[in-house]
């Protein structure tokens, strides 16, 4: 009779040991701290400057945008952008690139008065939700590439780990933005939230810093994949000019992740998880 051999508590947590671990955590922080800007500091920047609750729940509107961020995920993976994917990789290049126009959003809401410039206020949320959701995605991408697929145990806790690290970069950035809203305020600064939003932006500039520390797995043969599959479908349409070369390149981004997925998974549980994202 097999002996089942009991793991100890330390054991037991030894996996959250792996410096891995802090990687994902951060990452987790990284996609969390968005949130902060458009959910508890847009609302509570906009009902201090008296505006309606009719006006501050269309606001909150921008949300919808996380929702669909699925639909540009493929030419997220696919579109490198220029120099930083190059010096950066491709998953720390599109994080560092959301992470700039996010600082540059905020240099605007600094100097934005809300009830003149509504309009551009939610608009350069919209522009920050935006970017937050294409962020996600990439984010996403880089945890799951730190940990291999035969690391079970520690695929697990790196899924606990990216949880704990969103509600860290929530949180925390909402008592950071709260308790420099107030500092200011009491200063007597009149535009105490825009000079908040600055130093929040120094926080986005801090976690680009931890990002460099994050390491990215080389994928040689994402190019060379999505180069044949293109090719395939050109041969398929039995021409290469430019219209066949773009729709091959367009099908290529949608439908080669779609097709990986459907075989990686197989048919039955591919559109079992598919319906489960989209009905549940």
């Known amino acids: 009779m097999l002996e089942v051999k009991k793991q100890t508590l330390s054991e037991t947590f030894s996996v959250y040991y792996d410096k891995r671990m802090l990687r994902i955590l951060l990452l987790g922080a990284i996609s969390g701290f968005p949130w902060v800007l458009i959910a508890s ?3 509570l920047w906009l009902k201090e400057e008296g505006l309606s609750r009719s006006t501050i729940g269309w606001a909150g509107l921008i949300f919808g945008v996380y929702a669909f961020n699925y639909l540009w995920a493929p030419i997220i993976d696919r579109v490198q952008i220029p120099y930083l994917t190059k010096k950066l990789g ?22 934005i008065n809300p009830s003149d410039n509504l309009a551009l206020l939610i608009s350069v949320g919209l522009i920050i939700a935006i970017a937050s959701a294409t962020q996600d995605i990439t984010v996403d991408a880089l945890r799951i590439e730190q940990i ?15 949880v704990v690290g969103w509600w860290t970069g929530y949180k925390l950035g909402g008592v950071v933005a709260l308790f420099t809203a107030e500092f200011f305020e009491n ?4 535009n105490y939230w825009q000079t908040t939003f600055l130093i929040l932006g120094i926080l986005i500039i801090l976690m680009n810093i931890g990002l460099m520390f994050v390491h990215e797995p080389i994928q040689t043969d994402r190019q060379a994949k999505q180069k044949e599959t293109d090719q395939l479908i050109e041969k398929k349409l039995g ?9 091959a390149y367009v099908t290529g981004t949608i439908g080669g992740p779609i097709i990986s997925f459907f075989k990686k998974n197989g048919f039955a549980i591919a559109a079992g998880l ?3 994202v989209f009905f549940i």
Not at 90 to 111: F, K
Not at 149 to 161: I, P, R, T
């Open 187 to 190: 200063l007597g600064v009149s």
């Open 41 to 43: 500091s847009l609302s």
């Open 90 to 111: 491709h998953r720390r290049g599109w994080i560092v690139l959301m992470q700039i126009i996010i600082l540059l959003c905020l240099v605007i809401w600094s100097a």
């Open 148 to 162: 291999s697929e035969n690391e079970g145990k520690s695929m697990a806790a790196g899924a606990a780990m990216a």
């Open 239 to 247: 021409s290469s000019n430019f219209v066949t070369n773009f729709i």
């Open 274 to 276: 598919l319906a489960f």
